[in-house]
């Protein structure tokens, strides 16, 4: 089993409501991720955190939006969102953001946007 | 553009044969190199990674690396239906911003009773 976990696994939010993702990791690593899952389509990287500051954001719309609360935890925030934003998604993890690092994924929060 | 390239498959082999599981990736800084196995429904599970030209083996599997003709590949001995599933390869380029790796589309294995 992973030890990423993610919560809800399944969400549905219409488009004027605010909801969040939250996912804990509990193996001591220190860089957090958030990536996107469509239908039959790779991961595609959304945020990285490293060290509970944001490293990375890959020009994700403000509808999308990250904290990280401390190490072991992190949330995506979700506003005004589309219904082409729905998809599968993954919170991942791995020991510190710097390059080569292993990333091990958590089992993914299902969205449908409606 | 960095690129990872895939067959999509779907790949069909008996149970108890040889899948043999390819990509190709277009930044020849690339560094790391991973495969990730994904069931219909559920996240991507690590399978191997591999760093070093040749060959990595972990039970089943084997993982086989040719930067030189940028080239990755893994193997699974005595497939199994469970091993049915799409195979994600990810490459990490590592030229700067951090661990960022690019997916592959993926191929679909079916392992055939």
């Known amino acids: 089993d992973t030890e990423v976990t993610q919560t809800p696994k399944h969400l549905v939010m219409g488009m004027t409501n605010k909801k969040s993702l939250k996912c804990e990791q509990h193996m001591g690593h220190r860089a957090m991720y958030w990536y996107k899952q469509k239908a039959k389509k790779p991961p595609e990287l959304m945020f990285v955190y490293s060290y509970e500051k944001l490293s990375i954001n890959e020009s994700v719309p403000s509808r999308f939006s990250p904290e990280c609360p401390n190490s072991s935890l992190l949330n995506l925030h979700l506003h005004a969102l589309q219904p082409e934003d729905s998809a599968l998604y993954l919170c991942?993890?791995?020991?510190?953001?710097?390059?080569?690092?292993?990333?091990?994924f958590g089992e993914g929060s299902w969205l449908t946007v409606v | 553009q960095k690129e990872v390239e895939q067959n999509s498959g779907p790949l069909s082999v008996p149970e108890g044969a040889i899948a043999s599981l390819n990509c190709t990736y277009s930044?020849?800084?690339?560094?790391?190199f991973f495969w990730y196995r994904q069931y219909s429904g559920k996240s991507p599970e690590l399978i191997m990674f591999i760093y070093s030209n040749g060959d990595k083996e972990d039970g089943r599997f084997t993982a086989q690396l040719n930067k030189a003709s940028q080239y990755v590949s893994l193997l699974i001995r005595d497939s199994q239906p469970s091993d049915s599933a799409t195979y994600l390869c990810?490459?990490?380029?590592?030229?700067?911003?951090?661990?960022?790796?690019?997916f592959g589309t993926g191929t679909q294995l079916k392992v055939e009773l």
């Open positions: 930044d020849r800084g690339s560094q790391s």
């Open positions: 991942a993890s791995s020991q510190d953001a710097g390059f080569g690092n292993t990333i091990y």
């Open positions: 990810a490459v990490n380029a590592g030229t700067g911003g951090g661990n960022k790796l690019t």
